[in-house]
């Protein structure tokens, strides 16, 4: 088993409280500082290949993701890690570009050379039973086999690193690259409507005002956290049209609008959403007026699990109920106040998915995701918890 250096434990630990805490405001901020944690433990830790990498960063899954909820973002980032330690390997052991030696005829095959020296002394001075000297020519000497699982750590290392740097910087620009997108969703003089405040989103709109675009939103200000307040101050401070509406008066709104806009949380596999609570309201009045429901969503957010039940009880996140009740009031002690802060979508409700540089239908996130991901760490949780 690899032993993990203090520092990096150190850091571990730092990061699950900080998760614990609610240190990181954004969920591009958790993408981020586990892709740091996982940077500085295949870095400063000592494996000996592909393999064992692949088998440490596994170890250590469920314990990055503690106190997070099974379709996590750092289960999402692991997962993606995982996928491109095999796809560096397999391009080390083939060959990266055309032309070049794969790895077989590089400096593993110096390994294979010293490892059949060996294997033939040792032979030559093998005796069999009845005291004769075996014969040397009836030996096979096995040479070890080279997968994408044994690939040595001084080959995949740097190539690896280069990688991790690449997908850390696809991480803090997939919110640029999303808002992109904005000029082709957003027309002249609609009515769009959101939920709460998202960074995503925010940029979303102001990337579409940039543009000259002329369009009026409404905020819903998402009780009891208010953070539509925050979006639109932000959005006014831009000369947007915004208009701060509560949350109840979604369905006689809705015949208005145009288009619904928003972030989320998580996409599932069957093209689901875990968003901000109030957002299954919002969805379930733009199905009954036919009003497109626009979800913008990095990479890092798809993940390749389903709920287990539709009961949001198992697969949500709770708040404090101080936030609706305070705990000097009377009432409380005579009452059970449940703060649910996340809402399950099904992808029948959503009707495009947008993601960095493309839009997509919610029944083609399995594709995706099979492009994100490898098979094999699918139900990372799982096999986690079985060996926990």
Same mark, same amino acid.
């Given at each position: 088993?690899?032993?993990?250096?203090?520092?990096?434990?150190?850091?571990?630990?730092?990061?699950?409280?900080?998760?614990?805490? &609610?240190?990181?405001?954004?969920?591009?901020?958790?993408?981020?500082?586990?892709?740091?944690?996982?940077?500085?433990?295949?870095?400063?830790?000592?494996?000996?290949?592909?393999?064992?990498?692949?088998?440490?960063?596994?170890?250590?899954?469920?314990?990055?993701?503690?106190?997070?909820?099974? /379709?996590?973002?750092?289960?999402?980032?692991?997962?993606?890690?995982?996928?491109?330690? #095999?796809?560096?390997?397999? #391009?080390?052991? &083939?060959?990266?570009?055309?032309?070049?030696?794969?790895? @077989?005829?590089?400096?593993?095959?110096?390994?294979?050379? #010293?490892?059949?020296?060996?294997? =033939?002394?040792?032979?030559?001075?093998?005796?069999?039973?009845?005291?004769?000297?075996?014969?040397?020519? =009836?030996?096979?000497?096995?040479?070890?086999?080279?997968?994408? /699982?044994?690939?040595?750590?001084?080959?995949?290392?740097?190539?690896?690193?280069?990688?991790?740097?690449?997908?850390?910087?696809?991480?803090?620009?997939?919110?640029?690259?999303?808002?992109?997108?904005?000029?082709?969703?957003?027309?002249?003089?609609?009515?769009?409507?959101?939920?709460?405040?998202? &960074?995503?989103?925010?940029?979303?709109?102001?990337?579409?005002?940039?543009?000259?675009?002329?369009?009026?939103?409404? !905020?819903?200000?998402?009780?009891?956290?208010?953070?539509?307040?925050?979006?639109?101050?932000?959005?006014?401070?831009?000369?947007?049209?915004?208009? !701060?509406?509560?949350?109840?008066?979604?369905?006689?709104?809705?015949?208005?609008?145009?288009?619904?806009?928003?972030?989320?949380?998580?996409?599932?596999?069957?093209?689901?959403?875990?968003?901000?609570?109030?957002?299954?309201?919002?969805?379930?009045?733009?199905? &009954?007026?036919?009003?497109?429901?626009? !979800?913008?969503?990095?990479?890092?957010?798809?993940?390749? @699990?389903?709920?287990?039940?539709?009961?949001?009880?198992?697969?949500?996140?709770?708040?404090?109920?101080?936030?609706?009740?305070?705990? =000097?009031? #009377?009432?409380?002690?005579?009452?059970?106040?449940?703060?649910?802060?996340?809402?399950?979508?099904?992808?029948?409700?959503?009707?495009?998915?947008?993601?960095?540089?493309?839009?997509?239908?919610?029944?083609?996130?399995?594709?995706?995701?099979?492009?994100?991901?490898?098979?094999?760490?699918?139900?990372?949780?799982?096999?986690?918890?079985?060996?926990?």
């Amino acid at each position: 088993m690899t032993r993990i250096p203090s520092e990096v434990e150190l850091e571990i630990s730092k990061f699950c409280n900080n998760i614990r805490q &609610h240190t990181y405001v954004r969920s591009v901020d958790i993408a981020l500082a586990t892709v740091l944690i996982l940077k500085k433990l295949i870095g400063e830790s000592t494996w000996t290949d592909s393999g064992e990498l692949i088998q440490l960063i596994r170890s250590q899954a469920n314990r990055l993701n503690e106190g997070q909820s099974i /379709d996590s973002i750092t289960f999402n980032i692991i997962r993606r890690i995982l996928k491109l330690i #095999r796809e560096e390997s397999s #391009r080390i052991l &083939h060959g990266r570009h055309e032309g070049d030696m794969p790895l @077989t005829l590089q400096g593993f095959s110096e390994t294979v050379s #010293r490892t059949e020296e060996k294997e =033939n002394d040792q032979t030559l001075n093998q005796k069999s039973a009845d005291g004769t000297e075996t014969d040397v020519e =009836n030996v096979a000497v096995q040479k070890p086999a080279l997968t994408s /699982d044994n690939v040595p750590m001084i080959n995949l290392k740097p190539e690896l690193m280069f990688s991790l740097n690449e997908y850390n910087f696809e991480i803090g620009e997939s919110g640029k690259m999303i808002s992109r997108e904005s000029i082709q969703h957003i027309h002249a003089n609609e009515l769009i409507l959101t939920l709460g405040h998202s &960074h995503t989103v925010e940029e979303f709109f102001k990337y579409a005002a940039s543009k000259k675009r002329k369009f009026q939103v409404f !905020v819903m200000e998402q009780a009891p956290y208010f953070s539509g307040h925050i979006m639109a101050k932000n959005l006014a401070d831009l000369n947007i049209n915004v208009t !701060v509406v509560t949350d109840s008066a979604v369905f006689a709104l809705m015949a208005r609008i145009n288009k619904i806009i928003i972030g989320t949380r998580s996409l599932l596999a069957n093209g689901g959403l875990t968003a901000k609570c109030g957002t299954y309201n919002l969805a379930l009045a733009a199905k &009954h007026y036919s009003v497109p429901l626009l !979800v913008c969503a990095a990479a890092y957010k798809f993940s390749p @699990t389903y709920l287990p039940s539709f009961d949001p009880v198992m697969c949500n996140s709770f708040d404090s109920p101080e936030l609706i009740l305070p705990y =000097n009031d #009377r009432m409380q002690s005579s009452l059970d106040v449940i703060v649910p802060m996340y809402d399950y979508v099904p992808p029948e409700l959503v009707t495009l998915i947008i993601s960095s540089g493309q839009g997509n239908a919610p029944s083609y996130v399995y594709r995706l995701v099979s492009e994100l991901y490898h098979a094999d760490d699918n139900d990372l949780e799982r096999q986690n918890r079985t060996i926990s």
